[in-house]
């Protein structure tokens, strides 16, 4: 079964400052990858999403991410951070028989003036 | 506008009182998912559904019950709700193939009392 691992619970950012959030995946075939934001009383937003090809996607928001089959990781990153950033982070991965969508537990960003 | 729409956004109810919370897409997505977010846990899998007539347990179906009679329409109903239950519910849906993302609904917080 897979599954996902976000190291870090919460994470403070000065506004300004770059941003990388750590995620880490276990399946054993070609992964599909997202991540998803969710601010305060939201639903869930896609921000970005891997399946093949290019390793470094782009996606809504100025954020990016890396897949690194060799770590098994998929790292979310921004240059520089805004104030309306501050929300929780979910990085999850699909089997490839596309029925289930494994989520970490989230990565809750704070930002600090 | 293509979305995902649950009822209500809110309900509180009493113990053993038998609910349904509605879920209903426009994008004619074969695959209709339920989870529920609780805090430290991150969102955990009720019950997906592949196609009509079609559905199958995610990690923690005991106390719900699900039916897809429907393309557009993924009903969640707590047959005898109990405290435990008391959870943020969210409705996603999908295409079926590579790379394709889940949209989700606004959510349904749910209390037991």
Redesign the interface.
Known sequence: AQSVTQPDIHITVSEGASLELRCNYSYGATPYLFWYVQSPGQGLQLLLKYFSGDTLVQGIKGFEAEFKRSQSSFNLRKPSVHWSDAAEYFCAVRNSGYSTLTFGKGTMLLVSP | EAQVTQNPRYLITVTGKKLTVTCSQNMNHE?M?W?RQDP??????IY?S?NVEVT?K?DVPEGYKVSRKEKRNFPLILESPSPNQTSLY?C?S?A????????????TRLTVV
């Open positions: 695959y998912s989870y430290g846990l991150g969102l955990r899998q997906y592949m199958d995610g969210f996603a999908s079926v193939g590579q790379g394709y993302g889940y949209t989700f609904g606004s959510g």
